[in-house]
């Protein structure tokens, strides 16, 4: 092999056909690395008489004293691009890693070959803070990944059997089951849920199961009829409802799997000459700042950013530091508004 020049770890991932990353990964002893491929990077770097630069490496190894939080992208109503769940954590996140001493780096998750690995390795970030994944299905061969190559990450969602890293999420099915009550309560018997209930949406599911469960409390079966899925925005609350309004079934109350969804259904309600409450008692998840503000204001599930915010900063740093840790699950609360209430 020829290299004009000083040989670089770049040339090292170039002859290997594996990153960058992995070249770095390997010249440090990381467990992360199959051995095959550790000594074919290490054969190729002595025939390349390659020297690990101490004071770079030095340097490397330094915490960066930033975190990385990283946004999925949503489709929204302005460029944000970002749910407006997530601003309210945004501002907790951005506190709690003040109180500890640490700068916090904001970006959308990328699909780039090795970019969680990156954060780490070229010392942007000493741990990465997950916002929002999609389709869990097709998201869980990346938490896998990140698992594998030893990156620090937490991430906000559904605690679930055997997954792979740290999550923080509120109860859901908690949340699910006593929202339904609620309109259980007011009189409602045919209620619909508007959201996916599977397993690629963790949370909605959760929220699913509570309701269903609420309902049989009751002893009433719930109709999967009454359930249509619908991603977490306004638009897809909108389609829908109108869906289900469609159907002709009868309906006197929606749980929405969230404030979003709701609004949207909210709107599809009145397109129907449906009165909320009077009508169709509608509920939503989240507690956004839009829920308080629409007409009429929106009954929801309250889930506590605030502490969502401190717990996802303060495991992230106890894994940065070696520790053992465990997923958490938060509380929530109903905040009763005039959209469910009928008395």
Not at 118 to 130: H, P, T, V
Not at 286 to 301: E, K, M, Q
């Amino acid at each position: 092999m020829t290299i004009r020049g000083k040989a670089t770890s770049l040339d090292i991932a170039h002859l290997a056909g594996v990153s960058q990353p992995t070249v770095s990964r390997a010249l440090r002893g990381s467990p992360m690395v199959n051995p095959d491929t550790r000594e074919r990077i290490l054969r190729i770097a002595r025939e390349l008489n390659y020297k690990v630069d101490k004071n770079a490496s030095s340097l490397r190894l330094r915490n960066a004293g930033t975190l990385a939080l990283l946004f999925f992208e949503d489709p929204t109503n302005d460029d944000s691009l970002i749910n407006p769940f997530f601003h309210a954590m945004l501002g907790s996140i951005t506190r709690a890693c003040a109180l500890h001493g640490y700068d916090l780096l904001v970006s959308f998750q990328q699909l780039s070959t090795d970019w969680q690995a990156d954060y780490e390795d070229s010392n942007k970030a000493d741990g990465i803070i997950l916002l929002g994944y999609g389709d869990y299905h097709e998201s869980r061969e990346r938490l896998q990944r990140l698992v594998e190559q030893g990156t620090h990450f937490v991430r906000w969602g559904a605690a679930l059997p055997d997954q792979p890293g740290v999550s923080i999420g509120s109860d859901n099915f908690q949340g699910g089951f006593d929202i339904s009550t609620h309109l259980l309560e007011q009189g409602c018997r045919r209620i619909a849920f508007i959201g996916h209930a599977s397993s690629h949406y963790p949370e909605f599911e959760e929220r699913y199961r509570g309701h269903v469960a609420a309902m049989a409390a009751r002893g009433i079966t719930a109709d999967p009829g009454l359930q249509h899925d619908a991603i977490t925005t306004e638009q897809s609350g909108f389609d829908a409802c109108q869906t289900l309004l469609a159907r002709g079934a009868p309906v006197d109350g929606v749980f929405a799997a969230s404030d979003l969804i709701a609004i949207g259904a909210m709107r599809a309600l009145r397109e129907h000459g449906l009165r909320v409450p009077q009508d169709v008692a509608l509920a939503g998840f989240d507690d956004i700042p839009l829920a308080a503000s629409v007409s009429p204001p929106l009954t929801t599930v309250q889930q506590d950013t605030k502490q969502a915010g401190q717990l996802l900063v303060e495991k992230l740093l106890a894994l940065i530091n070696g520790e053992a840790v465990d997923g958490q699950t938060i509380a929530v609360k109903q905040v009763l508004r005039e959209s469910s209430r009928r008395s």
